[in-house]
């Protein structure tokens, strides 16, 4: 005979089945400057790639109000497809303790899609709309909207066939910096 406390009869059968069914709600994080970029990224699915670019690259300790405030152009996932294999598997299972060659492989995407300090689009337009990366190149920044742009790198060619990078949700803020959400990342020359 089965102990009353482990029967659990259809109903609660039923109950369990709908129980594990239920879809877990993820936590939206406040975009207010309250958070830390990192803790940000690693926070949204679509920016796991880029959230890993960050570490794998070594550039980590750039971030952090110790180092000052940081501007990223932050790629979704999906931006990346077209990039090398090696490039995405190190992406997709990064090593918690990447060599230098792997760190070689990603840092030149980090680098083209960061630059220091809190640029959010009213300080870019000041500046001409341009932006000095951590690579030292220059983005043009056109607006097309209040929080959408078209990101150029100067002296590199557009690539037949493949979209241009946009912005397509800028001034995200953190406590750190801010980021802008991209469609892919900037390329380095």
């Known amino acids: 005979m089965i102990a009353r406390r482990h029967a ?13 069914q239920t879809p877990i ?35 980590v300790p750039r971030l952090g109000l110790r180092s000052g405030a940081v501007t990223l152009f932050a790629p979704v996932n999906d931006g990346f497809a077209g990039l090398p294999a090696p490039v995405l598997a190190l992406l997709d ?51 097309s909207g209040t929080r959408t742009a078209t990101l150029v790198r100067e002296g590199v060619t557009q690539v037949a066939g493949r979209a241009p990078v946009t912005i397509t949700r800028g001034d995200v803020l953190a406590s750190d910096g801010v980021l802008h959400v991209t469609s892919a990342p900037v390329l380095p020359g």
């Open 25 to 59: 709600i993820q936590r939206t994080l406040p975009e207010d400057g309250t958070i830390d970029l990192l803790t940000l990224l690693r926070g949204k699915p679509e920016h796991s790639r880029f959230a890993a670019a960050l570490q794998v690259s070594g550039a």
């Open 93 to 143: 299972n990064p090593p918690s303790n990447p060599t230098e060659a792997q760190r070689a492989l990603v840092q030149p995407i980090v680098f083209a899609n960061a630059a220091f300090g809190l640029l959010r689009f009213q300080d870019i337009s000041v500046r001409r709309n341009v932006v000095v990366t951590w690579d030292r190149a220059r983005l043009q920044v056109q607006p």
């Open 8 to 20: 659990l009869g259809a109903g609660g059968l039923a109950l369990l089945l709908a129980a594990c």
